[in-house]
């Protein structure tokens, strides 16, 4: 379906230049990139994590030991660095950065942004196989991802968030290719940046994309087999045996030796929620089960929308209405990926770049209804908004500190809400049939 008068917005070039203008004024107003220029910032990024496990790695040290990653940590300020839960490929990518901790990080903040170029025009890609005219495909992939405050906020965390996004976008337009074999390689580069997009994987698996799991799995299995070639077997199993157990939904941290990621106070997955509502109430017994229970909920809509909007028969190279259900299958994985997660950091919302775009391109063309509609453009806003925007009394900056613990966790609760009204709202469109013939069922 085209939207009446689509061949007039040829002439309407200059919309990605505003947007990019626009976009680079947010950017350097932002708090997180502010940050990101100060010596005190950078040791409390994540970049500082992996930099010194890198060092560690490259040193021969046990990584994973915690006296022994704060050792190199002190040597730039930083008093405690927390357990890095890096696989050790990735590692070893960050030792090559030499023990010039500031010079690497200036480093790979070029290459992030690099790659939140290559996201913008993957992005839009994506947009154009599913329809959209090119100028509104540039501007719409410029806009979620410009005006995302977790976009900036990847510039000072300076991690793999940007790198697992591009992987996913690039996969995702293999895809809509009918390139499946490349597409799971992408992939399996996807999980190795970052772990939780496995979810991807598995909704392949469900949807009967054979070709595609079976290029991820090789790919995957290549991957490990290089890491065990530079890393060797001894970090692997200290990975597995001391970094695992913390990733989970009842971490076992003993109070004042290990940092919880479930009681950070800007997790903004249920697990946190879950976990800090328990805490302050005094009985975490039930934690791993009320949070498995979350995630059987989820992963149950997100099954039911799979079988409710699959089409039946096989096709080959997706167009239509079939290259926008494979869209949609990646918008609703990246969405429940953020609900089913032990942890998802405001950094990791650089990811909701992929189902806004499609909920967005969904509206354009009327597939999406009202309500859902200004449902999705609400809870987006709040999560595109800057950190603690919704914390009474904290201004501008509260990133770092003066945050008061309740207005602190009424931001955070907010922000989860809007995850899941996003997810919903995802999972709806999903599982409405769809037809290459232009009517189609709006919610």
């Known amino acids: 379906m085209t939207r009446p008068g ?9 919309l990605p230049l505003v947007i990019t203008v626009l976009g680079v004024f947010v950017a350097r107003e932002s708090t997180w990139t502010q940050l990101a220029g ?112 977790s976009t900036w906020t990847n510039l000072f965390w300076n991690q793999m968030n940007v790198v697992a996004l591009v992987a996913l976008l690039a996969a ?26 496995i979810l991807l994987l598995v909704l392949a698996l469900v949807t009967g994309r054979w070709r595609t799991v079976i290029g991820a799995s090789l790919a995957g299995l290549a991957l490990f087999e290089l890491s065990v070639l530079l890393n060797g077997w001894d970090v692997h199993y200290s990975y597995v045996g001391k970094v695992l157990p913390l990733l989970g939904y009842a971490p076992d941290v003993v109070p004042g030796q290990g940092f919880a990621n479930n009681m950070s106070a800007t997790n903004l997955a249920p697990h946190g929620l879950i976990s800090r509502a328990l805490f302050r109430g005094g009985e975490m017994s039930g934690l791993a089960a009320a949070t498995w229970g979350v995630t059987a909920v989820v992963l149950g809509v997100v099954a039911v929308a799979l079988v409710r909007g699959r089409a039946p028969g096989r096709e080959t190279e997706p167009s239509g209405a079939a290259a926008r259900r494979l869209f949609g299958q990646y918008a609703l994985g990246v969405c429940a990926l953020t609900l089913t997660s032990s942890v998802t950091w405001p950094h990791h919302l650089v990811w909701l770049a992929l189902p806004v775009a499609w909920l967005a391109a969904e509206a354009w063309n009327r597939r999406l209804g009202l309500v859902s509609s200004l449902a999705a453009a609400a809870a987006t806003l709040v999560l595109f908004l800057p950190l603690y925007t919704f914390a009474p009394g904290l201004g501008r900056g509260a990133q770092m500190a003066g945050v008061t613990p309740l207005g602190e966790e009424q931001d955070m609760r907010l922000r989860t809400l809007s995850l899941a009204v996003i997810f919903i709202v995802v999972a709806i469109r999903t599982a409405a049939r769809t037809s290459t013939h232009g009517s189609e069922h709006s919610d």
């Open 38 to 149: 100060t010596a005190d910032g950078r040791i409390i990024s994540d970049f500082e994590i992996l930099w010194a496990a890198g060092q560690g790695l490259e040193a021969g040290v046990d990584i994973h030991d915690p006296a022994v990653l704060d050792g190199i940590g002190q040597r730039v300020g930083r008093p405690a660095t927390p357990f890095c839960a890096y696989n050790p490929l990735v590692v070893r990518a960050f030792g090559a950065f030499g023990d010039d901790f500031h010079e690497a990080f200036d480093r790979w903040a070029s290459v992030n942004v690099v790659l939140l170029a290559l996201a913008a025009v993957l992005l839009g890609l994506c947009l154009r196989r599913i329809g959209l005219p090119g100028t509104l495909s540039a501007t719409l992939a410029l806009t979620v991802l410009l005006f995302n405050d």
């Open 172 to 197: 995702l337009l293999a895809g809509l290719h009918g390139r499946s074999l490349l597409e799971g390689v992408l992939l399996a580069l996807a999980v190795t940046a970052k772990t939780s997009p």
């Open 6 to 14: 689509a061949g007039a917005r040829r002439s309407h070039w200059w």
